[in-house]
């Protein structure tokens, strides 16, 4: 069995409630619910794969509109004891999910002005969220495998929290197309 991951039941609005070969689990948003929420699950199952599904901000123009699967994924709102922004006191910098250049920042905030969005460009961001980094981590603690795809719902600019609304039924149908296409349901 499969383990299906958003953070809102608005990003599973173009999904059936039962989906055949996948358990579904809504986690709530930021890194705090999402760790609670996926370790809970993990405790109490047993799954082959987790493939989690949402929106991102776009941070990098270059990032065309659709869905990507992330290569890796770190956190943009810690600062170690040296003072480095991105890197944590105790945990890794960085987690590598697979090959490739798609990357995205976790933090705590919805990003929507172009200061924020030039810091974690800084830092290596593509896209970001609320999540990512906090399931790739409690995936890694119980050694199950895990996909993040993500569907650009905005540019993380100014306004995006209302594009992210208007565009999060779009990003839905994407991501659902995704699966059918990926594993055939």
Known sequence: MKLLVAALESELVAFPEHLPGFERLVTGPGKLKATYALTRALDAG?????????????????????????HWTFQHDVIDEKGVRGAHVSMPQRIQLGEGDI???????????????QLIRSLGGRLVDMESYVYAWVAAQFDVPIRIWKAVSDNAQDGANTTWEEAVTACSHQLRDRIRAQYGV
């Open 103 to 117: 990357s995205i920042a976790t933090g705590d905030s919805f990003i929507d002005d172009a200061d924020a969005v």
């Open 46 to 70: 047993n799954y082959e794969e987790i493939l989690v599904v949402g929106t991102a901000g776009a941070l990098d123009e270059t990032i065309e509109a659709g869905v990507h699967e992330i």
